[in-house]
């Protein structure tokens, strides 16, 4: 199974800053990659999916990049409603895996 | 607006089975893929299992055999039933839809709210 290594496990920035949050793979897995939202006590909600295709409604801010097994998503300009809990997602061979999170509070 | 409610959630004893329900409004449960994602108490995601439009079911290997996936047509609702039921398994568990780009379901789209399931004696 493909195991998906996510970094920093916390990241603390201001309003304004540009972040970035990478998504390390064990092996290949192309493009099938994904990056999710997550606020307390909410479901995760889909951001950018096929490494660097941004979903339906979800801010430009918010890309992705990535190929192969180096992932980044980068959230330009935070703004108070993006401090959350981010995970990345692959998928390979009908198997998901998720990164550990990334919780980006405010510095 | 594709909705998805889960219930069935709530506490069981060690060794105990529970089966969780989603009911499903705006996609068609049996032409689509559904999967189940948990989360335990402080932690991240986890996959659990996803249906296939075909009808075919995938676990992760550390689930195989304890836990099965399955729907009903005709109430558009997927189950997914766990046995031999672990303190481990306590999380929320949600239920959500999966896009294809590929020919395959690759992404969890629509989520539900999730429900809590608490193994402990």
């Known amino acids: ?107 | 607006e594709v909705q998805l409610v889960e219930s069935g959630g709530g506490l069981v004893q060690p060794g105990g089975s529970l089966r969780l329900s989603c009911v499903v409004s705006g996609f068609t449960v049996s032409s689509n893929y559904i999967g189940w994602v948990r989360q335990a108490p402080g932690k991240g995601l986890e996959w659990v299992a996803t249906i296939y439009s075909s009808g075919s079911a995938y676990y992760p290997g550390s689930l195989k055999g304890r836990f099965t996936i399955s729907r009903d047509n005709s109430r558009n609702t997927v189950f997914l039933q766990m046995n031999s039921l672990r303190a481990e398994d306590t999380a929320v568990y949600y239920c959500a839809t999966l896009i294809a780009t590929g020919g395959t379901a690759e992404y969890f789209h629509h989520w539900g709210q999730g429900t809590r399931v608490t193994v402990s004696s």
């Open chain 1, 1 to 107: 199974d493909v195991q998906m290594t996510q970094s920093p496990s916390t990241l603390s920035a201001s309003i304004g800053d540009t972040v970035t949050i990478t998504c390390r793979a064990s092996q290949s897995i192309g493009t099938w990659l994904a990056w999710y939202q997550q606020k307390p006590g909410k479901a995760p909600k889909l951001l950018i999916y096929k490494a660097s295709t941004l979903e339906s409604g979800v801010s430009s801010r918010f890309s992705g990049d990535g190929f192969g097994t180096e992932f980044i998503l980068t959230i330009k300009s935070l703004q108070p409603d993006d401090f959350a809990t981010y995970y990345c997602q692959s998928y390979d061979n009908n198997a998901y895996s998720f990164g550990r999170g990334t919780k980006l509070d405010i510095k």
